[in-house]
């Protein structure tokens, strides 16, 4: 079994920063892949951020390119979203995500996720 807890979330002013971590355990992850997505009220969870670890990619959303930065900590099973120039659209639950069959970008196609944590940024 996988268990994914994130943490970091919390309440910023637009222009301002926020690192999202995810501790994965309970399994050797070096063939899954990892995700973040989000969900504002009233809409769908849309992908974020991810990659696989065996491989040095990463990719994003175009809302959030060149301001989110997904990164790992191989040693611990750690993933971080680092979030600068944050918008108040970006406001929302963000969830991590794992699976075993790659990279993926709809949120159906994940086998594996945390609690998730909500991140307000106020205008």
């Known amino acids: 079994q996988v268990q994914l807890v994130e943490s970091g979330g919390g309440l910023v002013q637009a222009g301002g920063s926020l690192r999202l971590s995810c501790a994965a355990s309970?399994?050797?992850?070096?063939?899954?892949?990892m995700g973040w997505f989000r969900q504002a009220p009233g809409k769908g969870r849309e992908f974020v951020a991810g990659f696989t670890w065996s491989s040095i990619h990463t990719y994003y959303s175009d809302s959030v390119k060149g301001r989110f930065t997904i990164s790992r900590d191989n040693a611990k099973n750690t993933v971080f979203l680092q979030m600068n120039s944050l918008k108040p659209e970006d406001t929302a639950v963000y969830y991590c995500?794992?699976?075993?069959?790659?990279?993926?970008?709809?949120?159906?196609?994940?086998?594996?996720w945390g609690q998730g944590t909500q991140v307000t940024v106020s205008s």
């Open positions: 309970g399994r050797t992850f070096s063939s899954y892949a």
């Open positions: 995500a794992a699976n075993t069959v790659g990279l993926r970008y709809r949120y159906y196609e994940y086998d594996y």
